[in-house]
């Protein structure tokens, strides 16, 4: 059982390249989320999921897209990366709301982008 | 707006000793969660401890309590007996509500709190 697996785990982009951070899970959680996370800040929200064909906006989701085809993998797409993308993301997923259950939202480790 | 004030940039505590760390929010919502999460340097965010808003009760996890003030929306964590493990970033959130109940977290900038040995 890995829990939220990301990947990778550090890249370097250079501006107006594209690439997709990975993200899965095998809690077989409905809810998956992304973050970003700037120097000396907390998280913010970029996009999250309900379930497979189901995504919604968060706080900050200009410059990415994402797509959930199955439970287990929710990627996070950047199309032209500007150096204002550089950033910690993070993933997170859980079981249901948190309203039923005592489940709270895993965390994976991080995937560190920075954009030159 | 939605916002988790964490005034508090750094805090310091002698190993065993106890600390509260502060944290304010302003929510129009009625219904919500109440979050401490920690982030030492691996980078991992780790959950400390949850509140939920309609509970008067306030929630403890070992050396871990709050100090939930529902009408001042403020929400303070208190770590006791100190340990060198506890050094780490500490972040506030709540949750909004998303589509189909899912929940939205809404983070504050974060605590760094240094122990002293």
């Known amino acids: 059982n890995a829990g939220v697996t990301q990947t990778p785990k550090f890249r370097i982009l250079k501006i107006g390249q594209s690439m997709t951070l990975q993200c899965a899970q095998d809690m077989n959680h409905n809810y998956m989320y992304w973050y970003r996370q700037d120097p000396g800040m907390g998280l913010k929200l970029i996009y999250y999921?309900?379930?497979?064909?189901?995504?919604d906006k968060g706080e900050v989701p200009n410059g990415y897209n994402v797509s959930r085809s199955t439970t287990e993998d929710f990627p996070l797409r950047l199309e032209l990366a500007a150096p204002s993308q550089t950033s910690v993301y993070f993933c997170?997923?859980?079981?249901?709301?948190?309203?039923?259950?005592?489940?709270?939202?895993?965390f994976g480790d991080g995937t560190r982008l920075s954009i030159l | 707006a939605q916002t988790v004030t964490q005034s508090q940039p750094e805090m310091s505590v002698q190993e065993a000793e106890t600390v509260t760390l502060s944290c304010t929010y302003d929510?129009?919502?009625?219904?919500?969660?109440l979050f401490w999460y920690k982030q030492p340097p691996s980078r991992q965010m780790i959950l400390v401890i949850r509140?939920?808003?309609?509970?008067?009760q306030n929630a403890t996890e070992n050396r871990f309590s709050v100090n939930f003030q529902k009408a001042a929306k403020s929400f303070s964590l208190k770590i006791s007996d100190s340990q060198l493990g506890d050094a780490a970033m500490y972040f506030c959130?709540?949750?909004?509500?998303?589509?189909?109940?899912?929940?939205?977290?809404?983070f504050g900038q974060g605590t760094r709190l240094t122990i002293n040995p």
């Open positions: 509140q939920e808003a309609y509970k008067q």
């Open positions: 997170a997923s859980s079981y249901s709301r948190l309203a039923d259950s005592n489940q709270p939202q895993h």
């Open positions: 999921s309900v379930g497979a064909g189901i995504t």
């Open positions: 959130a709540y949750s909004l509500l998303g589509i189909q109940g899912a929940q939205k977290l809404v």
């Open positions: 929510t129009s919502e009625s219904d919500y969660y």
